[in-house]
């Protein structure tokens, strides 16, 4: 749910930020560089986490 709700909002904000960084800067391309690092970013954040370990549960 989560997932989805976050791909839902990159697709509203992407076109957005598109536009604005090109009235900003002229040109698409520094704006695509700046937008490519966040799924750099994340790919790299799912590399670098560690798997869960086993859940352990105390007795009372």
């Given at each position: 749910?989560?997932?989805?709700?976050?791909?839902?909002?990159a697709s509203?904000?992407?076109?957005?930020?598109?536009?604005?960084?090109?009235?900003l800067?002229?040109?698409?391309?520094?704006?695509?560089?700046?937008?490519?690092?966040?799924?750099?970013?994340?790919?790299?954040?799912?590399?670098l986490?560690?798997?869960?370990?086993?859940?352990?549960?105390?007795?009372?």
């Open positions: 749910m989560l997932a989805n709700t976050l791909a839902i909002a509203a904000f992407g076109p957005l930020a598109l536009s604005v960084g090109r009235d800067t002229g040109g698409y391309g520094p704006v695509l560089l700046v937008l490519a690092t966040i799924p750099v970013a994340a790919a790299l954040a799912a590399l986490t560690r798997a869960p370990g086993p859940v352990r549960y105390e007795r009372r």
